[in-house]
């Protein structure tokens, strides 16, 4: 072996690791004697995601943290990818809190306003390090302007799942949709 290089595990070992790394009740080594999922810390990794999610059109959503993969009661949380040059469609997210960290690229979020009287189209652009928050039943939708790159976004809602309502157009929250 050379100077100053750690041996490789093997996969006996990676598999061993793991495990004991991310605990959960589908894993081997798992028996009846173990703490219910609330007593026990969850890691996911970022190759484990689910993609199998409440999908909205322009958006690959993959959930982290849910009831399914770590038994949360009261949280949601995943990343969301936007491909370049896309939007997403009209949506929101039922009763559900949505607090938005962006990670990668320049996602823009788009909501109607009417504060000024009359309906507007409000605009937010973000740059990485950006938080965004969607209050409950708040039509939206999520634009990637960029050409080239996809933009990548962390998201944790109040809900224990994802919740997706999509729109056929956004209206002002408390006003009316238009016509269909």
């Known amino acids: ?37 609330n007593a026990r ?24 943290i849910s009831g ?7 949280i949601w949380m995943g990343q969301t990818h936007v491909a370049p040059d896309t939007a997403s469609s009209n949506h929101h997210h039922g009763a559900s809190e949505t607090a938005i960290h962006v990670v990668k690229g320049h996602p823009e979020f788009v909501f109607l306003d009417d504060s000024g009287g009359t309906p507007e189209e409000i605009r937010i652009r973000t740059a990485p390090g950006d938080y965004i928050f ?13 050409p080239d790159d996809e933009a990548v976004v962390v998201i944790a809602r109040s809900t224990q799942e994802a919740i997706v309502v999509n729109l056929p157009e956004l209206y002002v929250l408390g006003g009316e949709p238009g016509p269909r």
């Not at 969850?42 to 958006?59: E, K, N, S, V, W």
């Not at 399914?68 to 009261?74: A, D, I, K, L, N």
């Not at 969607?134 to 960029?146: D, G, I, L, Q, W």
């Open 134 to 146: 969607v209050p409950p039943y708040v039509p939206h939708r999520e634009e990637n302007p960029s």
């Open 41 to 64: 810390l969850h890691h996911i990794r970022a190759d484990a995601l689910d993609g199998d999610t409440a999908q909205t059109g322009g958006m690959r959503r993959f959930a982290a």
């Open 1 to 37: 072996m050379a100077p100053n290089t750690a041996p490789t595990p093997s996969d006996d070992e990676s598999a061993a690791a793991a495990r004991r790394d991310a605990f959960h009740p589908d894993l081997p080594g798992h028996d009846a004697g173990s703490p219910p999922l």
């Open 68 to 74: 399914g993969s770590v038994g949360s009661e009261r």
